[in-house]
């Protein structure tokens, strides 16, 4: 009977394995539809000087309108692409279509935009990127590109001429979820990054009783401010954790506090009322038990 039920489970389990795959294979199918359709959209998420509560510049985050399961979010559809090679198209669209929206905004606010490892591995994304400036008009101090520490995994001759070549574009260059992801941080000698953004799992509850987030956030600012970069605080949704975040030096803050992410449309008509100041909407401050 044990040897029966092994199998059952074994069955189970591969059952499960090709439902799985079949379900990847029907989104992967599904994505390059999108593509070709014209499904993908982006959205602007405000980053804000913690100095003087000005916006300096949107995070450009993609979003798929999926035909039958509506809104899917980028977790779970950017790894397929990266899987089947999609992201190399998606990205090259994000790239192109974050140059051009932000090159209408009346107010020369930065845009950044997130650079998948893969697309970063490929000879031509400098290429790329100076075709997306060129053919929007956009300054180039203007656009910064997001990468995650996996760009290190396989540290070589190829991405310190990779870090060269774009910088020689004078765009900005922005390390993303520092902190979750590789250990070593001997690559931040010789990559020329402009800003760290600390992830949002230490920003979450930097505020209370466990001081050792604010711990790392500070010493994370105490390195950056050494190395000559800025510091982004993601993920701050409460309006008390402005102030902590500024006194822990941070230059900048993202977060639901001053905005989710909006429509590319809203954008220029935000910047017009507000003047490029940003306003806080979130939570003013966690609830706590009496
Ligand atoms: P990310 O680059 O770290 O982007 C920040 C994510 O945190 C966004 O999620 C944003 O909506 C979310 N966020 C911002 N503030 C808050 C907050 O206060 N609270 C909470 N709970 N969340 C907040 P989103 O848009 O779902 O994107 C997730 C990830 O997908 C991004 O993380 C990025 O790694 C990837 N991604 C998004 N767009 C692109 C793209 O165009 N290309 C590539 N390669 N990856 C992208
Ligand atoms: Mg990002
Ligand atoms: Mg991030
Ligand atoms: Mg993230």
Redesign the pocket.
């Known amino acids: 009977a044990a040897k029966g039920d092994g199998r059952g489970v074994h069955r189970f389990y591969a059952e499960a394995m090709l439902e799985g795959a079949r379900s990847r294979k029907r989104m992967e199918e599904d994505l390059r539809v999108a593509v070709a359709q014209g499904q993908l959209r982006?959205?602007y998420?405000p980053i804000v000087s913690t100095r003087d509560a000005m916006v300096v510049g949107y995070?450009?985050?993609?979003?798929w309108d999926h035909p039958v399961q509506g809104n899917m979010?980028?977790?779970q559809f950017?790894p397929i692409?990266?899987d089947c090679g999609l992201?190399e198209q998606?990205?090259e669209w994000?790239m192109r279509t974050?140059c051009t929206e932000a090159a209408g905004w009346p107010q020369a606010a930065r845009v950044a935009?997130?650079?998948?490892s893969i697309?970063f591995a490929k000879p031509h994304l400098p290429a790329l990127v100076a075709q997306a400036l060129a053919q929007s008009g956009l300054a180039p101090s203007r656009l910064e590109l997001?990468i995650?520490e996996s760009v290190f995994l396989n540290q070589d001759q190829e991405s310190h001429r990779q870090f060269a070549a774009l910088k020689s574009l004078g765009i900005r260059l922005a390390l993303?979820?520092f902190g979750t992801g590789y250990s070593s941080l001997g690559y931040l000698r010789h990559a020329p990054f402009d800003k760290i953004?600390i992830?949002?799992s230490f920003v979450?509850g930097a505020i209370g009783t466990d001081s050792r987030n604010a711990a790392i956030i500070r010493a994370i600012v105490t390195m950056a401010d050494t190395l000559g970069m800025e510091t982004t605080a993601?993920?701050?949704?409460i309006q008390d954790e402005i102030e902590l975040i500024r006194n822990l030096g941070c230059s900048h803050i993202?977060?639901?506090?001053y905005g989710?992410?909006m429509e590319a449309a809203d954008v220029a008509q935000s910047m017009s009322e507000h003047g490029g100041r940003a306003e806080p909407v979130?939570l003013k401050s966690h609830r706590r038990p009496r």
């Open positions: 982006l959205v998420q995070e450009a985050l993609l979003r979010p980028p977790s950017i692409a990266e992201i998606i990205g994000v974050a935009v997130n650079v998948s697309q997001e995650t993303d979820d953004k992830d949002q979450r993601e993920g701050v949704e993202q977060g639901f506090v989710k992410p979130g």
